[in-house]
């Protein structure tokens, strides 16, 4: 567990959490309640769960987990969190249908070796530029299309600093999963255009200050892959 920015924690991660979990991060949202950015991939949250508690938040007060793409790294973990805290899911309709179904191929459960995981979604985002509000912890949700139909951004505002919980922005890609380089250099556009201070990628952690966060984006835009 680790404190990346006033209030926003990471509690999970390959080896924070569980193997093969991508970066899980836990908002601050006032009295002990929390909200979980991803969950990903084990279907055995202890370690995750041990470590919200020890960044001083109450595990059944989890009030939302808010999946950022539909890929079973960052959604394995979601069925389970729901059942034990009763929180809410969330996910982007582009990716909606694929997690609740469990799609192996879209979850990319197949490539991972693992069985497909069914998640009922509570609150399905439409479009882009929805208002998340939980608690103090408060998101805006930018639409970032591209690794998957669904992916999508958080924009944090904590102080005068800006923050984007912005997952796989190095990609891979695969028309399997209805991936689009186009989009998706768009949207890492989109992104380079908010000037975010904090970078809190679904793999690589929290990236500040702010020249690294851009430093970050525009080497992937710099040598992007073949169109898919």
């Given amino acids: 567990m680790e404190e990346v920015a006033p209030g926003v924690f990471q509690v999970g991660g390959e080896e924070m959490s569980s193997p093969g979990d991508c970066c899980v991060y836990l908002v601050d949202a006032g009295d002990g309640r929390s909200v979980l950015v991803d969950a990903g991939l084990s279907t055995d949250p202890t370690r995750l769960l041990a470590n919200v508690k020890a960044s001083g938040h109450d595990p059944k007060r989890i009030l939302a987990v808010i999946l950022t793409h539909g890929h079973i790294d960052h959604i394995g973990g979601a069925r389970a969190l729901k059942w034990l805290t009763g929180c809410e899911v969330v996910a982007h309709e582009g990716d909606a249908a694929a997690i609740r179904e469990g799609d192996p191929v879209r979850t990319a ?52 600093k800006t923050l984007l919980f912005a997952n796989d922005v190095h990609g891979p890609f695969s028309a399997d999963w209805g991936s689009d380089v186009r989009a998706w250099a768009r949207s890492m556009n989109r992104l380079l255009a908010m000037s975010p201070d904090v970078l809190l990628e679904g793999h690589f952690g929290a990236i500040a200050p702010r020249a690294r966060a851009v430093a970050f984006i525009q080497q992937y835009l710099s040598r992007p892959p073949a169109g898919v």
């Fill in 109 to 160: 459960s197949d490539l991972y070796g693992t069985g497909a995981v069914r998640v009922e979604v509570d609150r399905v985002l439409e479009g882009d530029g929805a208002v998340l509000e939980y608690g103090s912890a408060h998101f805006v949700v930018v639409h970032t299309p591209g690794h998957t139909p669904g992916d999508i951004t958080l924009l944090m505002r904590a102080g005068v």
